[in-house]
């Protein structure tokens, strides 16, 4: 039986989609976009397009970026000595909000999880490898602190201890199955902070 129109009806089955948004959100988001002005619903659906035609990835970092190299990149005051490696470009954004980090990122583009599939090759760790050759003396491993980001971090640890860069892994403070993204600023900092040496 349909009550709704066809097209608010495609509206609500496009936003369900969304990660965290359920039929009840989608419907909510639905309804309140049919009362705001025509004028908020096209820039916030011209910002959404954007998204595809204008972000892309860091060539140095592989962070998301309007421009190339990304803005951190590009920085002249980091500390280029200093790589933080991360899942994603996300985290990126979580660990800049506290501040305490002045050196510059390495996004892998995931973690290694042999039961989805996703083998070294699947991440940047070529091009982290290839980015360690140039004056970099230490590599803080910010890979969430689950299961596959603790072997992703054991891993890179494996590879890297060999060049002689001192290695250091967040840890005291953030939640054991935790998520970068969703860790407060002042754990995230002080977690940065009181990095431990591996
Ligand atoms: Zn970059």
Request: aromatic share 4%; net charge negative; proline share 4%.
């Amino acid at each position: 039986m349909q009550y709704l129109s066809g097209t608010v009806e495609t509206a609500i089955t496009e936003l369900s989609k969304l990660p965290g948004i359920g039929r009840k959100t989608a419907q909510r988001l639905v309804f309140y976009m049919m009362k705001i002005p025509r004028r908020e619903v096209d820039d916030l659906a011209a910002a959404l397009v954007a998204l595809k035609d204008k972000v892309r990835t860091c060539s140095q970092c592989f962070n998301l970026t309007d421009s190339d190299p990304c803005l951190i990149c590009a920085n002249a005051g980091r500390e280029r000595s200093l790589l933080c490696v991360v899942e994603e470009a996300n985290d990126v954004l979580a660990l800049e909000k506290t501040g305490e980090f002045r050196g510059l990122y390495h996004v892998l583009g995931g973690v290694l999880s042999p039961l989805d599939g996703i083998g070294p090759d699947d991440l940047r760790i070529r091009d982290l490898m290839l980015r360690l050759q140039g004056g970099v003396s230490e590599v803080i491993l910010a890979t969430n602190p689950n299961t596959e980001g603790e072997a992703t971090a054991i891993y890179l640890s494996n590879l890297i201890k060999p060049l002689g860069i001192k290695i250091t892994r967040i840890a005291r403070g953030l939640p054991v199955g935790g998520d970068l993204e969703f860790t407060d600023e002042v754990t995230l900092s002080r977690a940065l902070s009181g990095r431990v040496a591996w």
